[in-house]
């Protein structure tokens, strides 16, 4: 039979952490983390605008070819977040403007300008310019 040996006297050692360690390392992680927040706010500002350049550039490009082909709807588009053509504001995500006109001393040219507005951030409205030739009329 084994006997049972009590402890004499000395302290029996734990191991882990201490309260005021344990205190201390949360407090350090916390204050860590808070001084991250900044940067994660500033990382999807970037990324959002960075979203809205991409979308503007890919609707004025479509709109730009649709011009070419004379099939480009006169005065304010609706557009969605693909780029697909609207009929009212109410669900759209970005806006665009075009003025067209002839070159002048030459009836073959057409300047084109857009104006692609973001309707969550108006101040991030990209405007494009382009000269193209102006399609074959249709009318006899």
């Known amino acids: ?27 350090l992680l916390s204050f860590g983390l808070l001084s991250l927040a900044p940067l994660l706010a500033l990382g999807l500002k970037t990324a959002r605008g960075a979203r809205d350049d991409r979308a503007t ?11 070419k082909q004379g099939t480009l709807p006169s005065g304010t588009v609706y557009l969605d977040i693909q780029g697909d053509t609207l009929s009212s504001s109410q669900s759209a995500a970005y806006s665009a403007q075009s003025t067209s006109q002839p070159m002048a001393g030459n009836t073959f040219l057409t300047r084109l300008t857009l104006r692609v507005t973001p309707l969550g951030a108006l101040d991030r409205a990209r405007t494009y310019a382009v000269v193209y030739q102006a399609p074959p009329s249709t009318s006899p």
């Open 57 to 67: 550039a890919q609707i004025a490009q479509t709109l730009i070819q649709e011009a």
């Open 1 to 27: 039979m084994k006997s049972f040996r009590r402890f004499s006297g000395r302290k029996r050692r734990r191991d882990g952490f201490s309260l005021v360690e344990a205190t201390f390392s949360i407090g």
